[in-house]
């Protein structure tokens, strides 16, 4: 198949871009996460 | 079933169902061959962006009049997509420009403009990152998300103006007698250029 180089590489870029913007969304979901749990504890104790 | 999981798999079964018809139901194009199968993530990509930007202008213009928290987390939410869907229409542009156009980049107005367009939205998202208190950092970034998207509207007005655009020259080229209205058929041609390549192969 003629170029298919061209189109590997931009099979490879698109989903490169969707697996970082994804990982990048589980990071910051996780942080978040965190400080709603540091959150509760703070309330709990300061109750 | 909960309905995120049922969502996202209903999307994840499009996606793997659309791109085996990319990749082996469609027809080879007669020029281009494999290359211009980008076409079936490369257009997408633009049409998502533009969709997520709307969304983040609705967003954005609703934050400024009602001030609700609500708002401004869905116009985030949809300029961190288009700028995701926008980054993919830059990277596959030039992989389908070589061996289209025998170059990867061309400063022309159309690419020029988006690519700066693509580095404001950067710096929105940049600029959410470097405000603290959320009150401030929604209303600022509410304003520069204004001026970012007002930005691509008037790029296309400068470009419609400029006949040596890259683009123009290889797909909306004008022919000789064709009038400027005529052009709106190209467009039209650009985004039927997936769908449509069966008219163009030799079976």
């Known amino acids: 198949m003629k170029n298919f180089e061209y189109l590997?590489?931009?099979?490879?870029a698109v989903w490169a871009v969707f697996f970082f913007y994804q990982i990048n969304l589980g990071r910051r979901f996780a942080k978040?996460?965190?400080?709603?749990?540091?959150?509760?504890?703070?309330?709990?104790?300061?109750? | 079933m909960k309905r995120p999981v049922l969502s996202t798999l209903v999307v994840t079964?499009?996606?793997?169902l659309s791109g085996y018809a990319a990749l082996f139901v469609a027809p080879d194009e007669r020029t281009m061959h494999a290359a211009q199968r980008i076409f079936y993530f490369h257009v997408p990509?633009?049409?998502?962006?533009f969709v997520a930007f709307l969304i983040a202008v609705i967003g954005n213009i609703a934050y400024l009049?009602?001030?609700?928290?609500?708002?401004?987390?869905?116009g985030v939410a949809g300029a961190e997509v288009g700028v995701a869907c926008c980054t993919i229409g830059l990277i596959t542009g030039p992989l389908w420009g070589k061996p289209a156009w025998g170059i990867w980049w061309t400063?022309?107005?159309r690419l020029t403009t988006t690519f700066i367009l693509w580095l404001l939205y950067i710096s929105y998202l940049l600029l959410r990152g470097m405000i603290e208190d959320s009150d401030r950092c929604a209303r600022m970034s509410a304003v520069f998300w204004g001026f970012c998207v007002y930005g691509r509207p008037i790029g296309l007005y400068v470009e419609s103006f400029m006949a040596d655009s890259a683009s123009r020259s290889c797909l909306l080229r004008r022919p000789q007698g064709r009038s400027r209205s005529e052009d709106g058929e190209s467009v039209a041609f650009v985004c039927d250029c997936g769908t449509g390549s069966r008219h163009r192969s030799p079976s």
């Not at chain 1, 590997?8 to 490879?12: F, V």
């Not at chain 1, 978040?32 to 109750?47: G, M």
């Not at chain 2, 990509?45 to 962006?49: D, E, L, N, P, R």
């Open chain 1, 8 to 12: 590997l590489a931009a099979w490879i």
């Open chain 2, 65 to 74: 009049t009602t001030r609700s928290p609500k708002w401004d987390w869905l």
């Open chain 2, 13 to 16: 079964l499009l996606i793997c």
């Open chain 1, 32 to 47: 978040l996460r965190d400080e709603v749990e540091r959150l509760k504890q703070q309330i709990q104790l300061l109750s």
């Open chain 2, 45 to 49: 990509s633009w049409i998502a962006m």
């Open chain 2, 107 to 109: 400063w022309d107005p």
